[in-house]
């Protein structure tokens, strides 16, 4: 089963409007970090946020927002007034803590097309 | 502060020939991962290095990949022989070992295409 799920494989929209990318995760951990990652053209992987499981509280970046909801295993991303340079990749990911180790899992990303 | 090196940038190479890729983390930061993105697809962990010592190499393709942290700073990735399924972009990341949800940063990217 995937850890990490990110059922829009692509999403485009023209400039301004507002866009929300979605991800359901997955783990019977208690502590868990949840992460986005964008990854334009160039192709390097940005980070954007991570968030743990004890906070729930939505966070707001600018024109970027973040709704973890821990009811319904989600971690869901909204750009609003997007622009033509938010146009890229995003993935989202989580941490679960192994042993002496945090693990890793990446969904398979959403490819957001913004049209002038 | 510097971020994650990588190189080459891009390599091309025939089937069963070998390649080594190099990655250079940020100061400071213990733990190291190779990553495997073919193109579509989210990043693969391949391997996880804390420090020198290797925490999670349970899906590296053991009988041609090899990775080394000598000295727990640098770090090769090596693929002998390739095979045309290798082509795809190996992503470096780091992280300072804090515990628990550590962010990874990642480098550039290694293009490779196999022929």
């Known amino acids: 089963a995937q850890k990490v799920t990110q059922a829009q494989t692509e999403i485009s929209v023209v400039e301004k409007e507002d866009v929300t990318l979605d991800c359901v995760y997955e783990t019977r951990d208690t502590t868990y970090y949840l992460f986005w990652y964008k990854q334009p053209p160039s192709g390097e992987l940005v980070f954007l946020i991570r968030r743990n499981s004890f906070d729930e509280q939505n966070e707001i970046s600018g024109r970027y927002s973040w709704n973890f909801q821990k009811s319904t295993s989600s971690f869901n991303f909204t750009i609003t007034a997007s622009q033509v340079v938010d146009s890229a990749v995003y993935f989202c990911a989580l941490s679960e803590a192994l042993d002496n180790f945090n693990k890793f899992y990446f969904g398979s990303g959403t490819k957001l097309n913004v049209k002038p | 502060e510097a971020g994650v090196a990588q190189s080459p940038r891009y390599k091309i190479i025939e089937k069963r020939q070998s390649v080594a890729f190099w990655c250079n983390p940020i100061s400071g930061h213990a733990t190291l991962y190779w990553y495997q993105q073919i193109l579509g697809q989210g990043p693969k962990l391949l391997i996880q290095?804390?420090?020198?010592?290797?925490?999670?190499d349970s899906q590296l393709p053991k009988d041609r990949f090899s990775a080394e942290r000598l000295k727990g700073v640098d770090s090769t990735l090596k693929i002998q022989p390739a095979k045309l399924e290798d082509s795809a972009v190996y992503l470096c990341?780091?992280?300072?070992?804090?515990?628990?949800?550590?962010?990874?940063?990642f480098g550039p990217g290694t293009r490779l295409l196999v022929l």
């Open positions: 990341a780091s992280s300072f070992n804090r515990g628990g949800g550590e962010t990874q940063y």
């Open positions: 290095f804390q420090n020198n010592g290797v925490v999670d």
